[in-house]
């Protein structure tokens, strides 16, 4: 079965640690996004990827670090530096040759708790 | 500033009641409008909306846009307890090369049996 995976489903970190969300598509996409969603807020683009070894900041880039080695992954790493990193975090990707946000297919999520 | 804003952000309705979902917006290389209902995970995609006045239905849900007065509507009649989720609005805009999606924040639909 083709799909997004996304793991773990629950994650929770000690404060001042390093932590990364895996990423896995078998859609064959180009591009794959990753996503932060808190409570009242829409979906808030952290970074994208629209090639292997290529990617680009979104709109809450700081505090994470992500990688493109593999078409299939796209891993986000949410660093110590990240001020508030608890939240909701979701992963997309999009069908290979299409600028176009209709066909955005998304991973189950990863709930990220900072104790 | 792009923004997209949804209304209202919470609604509770009885199962069979028909409720209507706002979103407005101001962007600047307006694309497209899509509507996604997001339950406990993942969102779902609804609608991709890119032309004024042409409605598209899906069951009991549809929806409509206006480039003019910069919003659109989603509807759902004969409301299900199963209806109730998060519904989402993005807009997608072009920016530079690239095309992005603006979200709004959601209504919450909780549908009463």
């Known amino acids: 079965d083709g799909g997004i995976t996304q793991s773990p489903k629950y994650l929770f970190r000690k404060e001042g640690q390093n932590v990364t969300l895996s990423c896995e598509q078998n859609l064959n996409h180009d591009a794959m996004y990753w996503y932060r969603q808190d409570p009242g807020q829409g979906l808030r683009l952290i970074y994208y990827s629209q090639i292997v070894n290529d990617f680009q900041k979104g709109d809450i880039a700081e505090g994470y670090s992500v990688s493109r080695e593999k078409k299939e992954s796209f891993p986000l790493t949410v660093t110590s530096a990240q001020k508030n990193p608890t939240a909701f975090y979701l992963c997309a990707s999009v069908p290979s040759g299409s600028p176009l946000y209709n066909e955005q297919f998304f991973g189950p999520g990863t709930r990220l708790t900072v104790l | 500033e792009d923004k997209v804003v949804q209304s209202p952000l919470s609604l509770v309705v009885h199962e069979g009641d028909t409720v209507t979902l706002n979103c407005s917006y101001e962007?600047?290389?307006?694309?497209?409008l899509l509507w996604y209902k997001q339950e406990k995970k993942a969102p779902t995609f609804l609608f991709m909306l890119t032309s004024s006045g042409i409605e598209k239905k899906s069951g009991r849900l549809s929806s409509i846009l206006d480039k003019k007065e910069l919003f659109s509507i989603l509807n759902i009649t004969a409301t299900q307890t199963g209806d109730s989720a998060v519904y989402l609005c993005a807009v997608e805009v072009k920016a530079d090369s690239n095309y992005q999606l603006i979200w709004g924040a959601g209504t919450k639909l909780i549908i009463k049996p």
């Open positions: 962007v600047t290389n307006f694309r497209s």
